[in-house]
Every structure is written in C-alpha cells, then in structure tokens.
C-alpha cells in the first residue's frame, strides 16, 4: 500500500462550522504534513508531525489545529474559517523525520468557505 | 521547448520533443531537491529526486540537473507526450530537515 488516503475529497463550510479533515496511510512513515495550495500557485506548507509530535507549525492561524492521533493518522480541525481559507489542502507523508526521503501525498481536500 | 526559471510558468512542446524546465532555488543549505507533478484535480507526484552530492539523474523518460554552483535544477522530459500535460513543481528540503518548499511550478502543454 502506496496510498495517502484524504477525506472528504470535497468540502463547503460556513464560517461558523466545525469541520476535520481527515488523512491516513499505512506505509509505516512517521512524519506527516499538511499543505495547503491555492489554485495556480505552489503548495505551502503548514505543520509537520515527527513521531506523532508537532515538530513545525509554520505561522498557521489557531482556527487551523492539527492533530495526529497515531503514526497512521493525521487530522486537521478547521473552525471559524474565513472566505480566503478556501484551497486544496492536501497531506503528506515520509518515511523517516530529518533525513531526506521523498513525501508521498494524497489528493487533498477541496474546501470551499462561504 | 524550455522554460526559463520562475519567470515563464507555462510552457508549450510539440509531441515527441524533448522539454526542459527550469527551477531556481534560493536557500544554498539545501540539500535534496524534488521534482513533482500535478494533474488537475490531484496531489503531487514524485518523478525524480537528487542530493545535492550528485549533479545529475536519470529515470525513464527523465533527467535531473542540478547546479549548485548558480543554485538552478532543471528537469528534462525525453520524448514528451500528451500524458505529461500537467503543472510540474520543484521543492527543495533544507538540512535534511522535513520542511520541504515548493518553487512556483511551471505549466506543460503538449501538443498531439
């Protein structure tokens, strides 16, 4: 299995829902990401997990809260989001922390804020 | 067909030709760079990656440079065909750490 499976595939929040999204994979890698890509422009990263612990949240607002409950599973809370928080955000994951090896992504989420 | 740097994010070859694009990196602690593409509609994939050890690798149908000298990557596509339309990204990882940073990506048309 070569797979990072994300969920929901698409989304539309208001700005005052609570939603998750949510990203698995089984391939034994124990550091996760969270990328977020607006359309036509680059993916930019958002937190990174080491070891199921935050090892990097780049300035991410707090209504962005991340979550990784094992080494399988990545969760991203989203609450009073705003129009502009709209983008394909999409996880990732490699094998080992600190050291070079490929990220393997998934095909994001579609998330529409109105 | 090439693509100059950042600065000419779309690029346009023939089927059969051969294409280049072209990556600008700007942090010279970075140590192993990655090629991706996207289709529309999903995630990046990996083709080819390279550390900053070695200046050039091979795949099928792929080629990457890397000029550590001007800091500049390049990726080259033999034969290109109509399945490599797509967005192509480089990223660069800095100090083996995991923060990996996507460059502006150039946009691939081939033309049957």
């Known amino acids: 299995d070569t797979e990072v499976t994300q969920t929901p595939k698409h989304l539309v929040m208001g700005m005052t829902n609570k939603k998750s999204l949510k990203c698995e994979q089984h391939?034994?890698?124990?550091?996760m990401y969270w990328y977020k890509q607006k359309a036509k422009k680059p993916p930019e990263l958002m937190f990174v997990?080491?070891?199921?612990?935050?090892?990097i949240n780049e300035s991410v607002p707090s209504r962005f809260s991340p979550e990784c409950p094992n080494s399988s599973l990545l969760n991203l809370h989203l609450h009073a989001l705003q129009p502009e928080d709209s983008a394909l955000y999409l996880c990732?994951?490699?094998?080992?922390?600190?050291?070079?090896?490929?990220?393997?992504f998934g095909s994001g989420t579609q998330l529409s804020v109105l | 067909g090439e693509s100059v740097g950042l600065h000419l994010p779309t690029l346009s070859v023939q089927e059969g030709d051969n294409s280049i694009i072209n990556c600008a990196y700007s942090?010279?602690?970075?140590?192993?760079f990655i090629w991706y593409k996207q289709e529309s509609g999903k995630g990046p994939q990996f083709i080819i990656d390279?550390?900053?050890?070695?200046d050039k690798r091979q795949g099928q149908r792929v080629t990457v440079l890397l000029n550590k000298t001007v800091k500049h990557l390049s990726l080259q596509i033999a034969a290109t065909q109509p399945g490599d339309s797509a967005v192509y990204f480089c990223?660069?990882?800095?100090?083996?750490?995991?923060?990996?940073?996507f460059g502006t990506g150039t946009s691939l048309t081939v033309i049957p």
């Open positions: 942090n010279s602690a970075s140590d192993y």
């Open positions: 997990y080491s070891y199921e612990k935050l090892s």
């Open positions: 990223a660069e990882n800095i100090y083996s750490g995991n923060q990996f940073y």
């Open positions: 990732a994951s490699s094998q080992v922390p600190h050291s070079n090896e490929k990220l393997f």
């Open positions: 390279i550390r900053s050890n070695m």
């Open positions: 391939m034994g890698h124990r550091a």
